[in-house]
């Protein structure tokens, strides 16, 4: 029967959930059909799942969809990906709007299609007023590239006088990230029963909670975004403290030190 809604603890939802949507392809396969068979029904799972973080008030989401090293597959399974993502998008930015969500993309916007790039860049402007759920979509992204990018961005100041290296700090190189509007993901689930995090947010998740399912991810719906968000209260965020010093902090009187 799976989670319930109704078991969960609104006052202790993750801000933050990024999820690595694995499986579509498998599923196919599993079914006797094409890959892109997956794909294409993966989007309901994007759908269902945008539609549960938003319900419960999730304040960000943050979907692996595409990563660089994707562009590697056969031809025609990454064209098929990229006329899926552009005709989803744009039969989607009305639902966005209706639910008062915010599309935002991360990742090489360089690497993909015009075609592509106008229709998200439409999408951004369309939905850049909603104040709701911010749904993240990493496209033609690695957490390797976006590193590389940042320590480019960084020296090149540095060398222009706008930065002194002994100033740089932790939340210096945060603000060069792709990230940097966003908070940190406090749940990261991975779907289809691989346990590796596959160059995605390597930076941002050093303190996440990661949850691994073998759902594939066409088969992922409500119900299992329940049975993570329910694991991941289960669990003691100490942040290297220890479980007597959080326990601490969780009864001191507000406003002491």
């Given at each position: 029967?799976?989670?319930?809604?109704?078991n969960i603890d609104l006052k202790r939802l993750p801000r933050h959930i990024a999820i690595i949507m694995d499986g579509n392809g498998r599923w196919a396969q599993e079914k006797g059909q094409d890959r892109l068979f997956g794909h294409f029904h993966g989007v309901e799972s994007v759908r269902d799942i945008v539609e549960g973080c938003a319900e419960l008030g999730i304040g960000y989401l943050t979907l692996y969809a595409f990563s660089t090293?994707?562009?590697?597959?056969?031809?025609?399974e990454v064209t098929g990906l990229m006329e899926l993502l552009v005709d989803t998008i744009r039969k989607e930015v009305e639902?966005?709007?209706?639910?008062?969500?915010?599309?935002?993309?991360?990742?090489?916007?360089?690497?993909?299609?015009?075609y592509a790039q106008a229709e998200l860049g439409e999408a951004l402007e369309l939905t850049a007023s909603n104040t709701g759920l911010n749904l993240?979509?990493?496209?033609?992204?690695?957490s390797r590239w976006e590193?590389?990018?940042?320590?480019?961005?960084?020296?090149?100041?540095?060398?222009?006088?706008?930065?002194?290296?002994?100033?740089?700090?932790q939340d210096t190189l945060h603000q060069y990230l792709s990230t940097r509007d966003f908070p940190d993901p406090e749940l990261m689930i991975r779907t289809s029963g691989e346990y590796r995090i596959s160059n995605f947010l390597l930076y941002q998740l050093a303190y996440a909670?990661?949850?691994?399912?073998?759902?594939?991810?066409?088969?992922?719906?409500?119900?299992?975004?329940?049975?993570?968000?329910?694991?991941?209260q289960g669990r003691e965020r100490r942040f290297g403290k220890t479980s007597a010093q959080?326990?601490?902090?969780?009864?001191?009187?507000?406003?002491?030190?």
């Open positions: 029967m799976g989670a319930s809604r109704e090293e994707n562009w590697d597959r056969p031809a025609y639902t966005l709007n209706k639910n008062n969500i915010r599309l935002h993309v991360i990742g090489d916007m360089k690497m993909l299609p015009d993240v979509m990493a496209l033609s992204y690695s590193l590389t990018e940042a320590v480019r961005n960084l020296a090149r100041d540095v060398r222009e006088g706008r930065l002194e290296p002994d100033a740089i700090t909670e990661l949850y691994f399912t073998n759902v594939r991810w066409p088969d992922f719906r409500k119900k299992d975004l329940y049975e993570a968000i329910l694991d991941f959080i326990q601490q902090d969780l009864t001191a009187p507000e406003g002491t030190f």
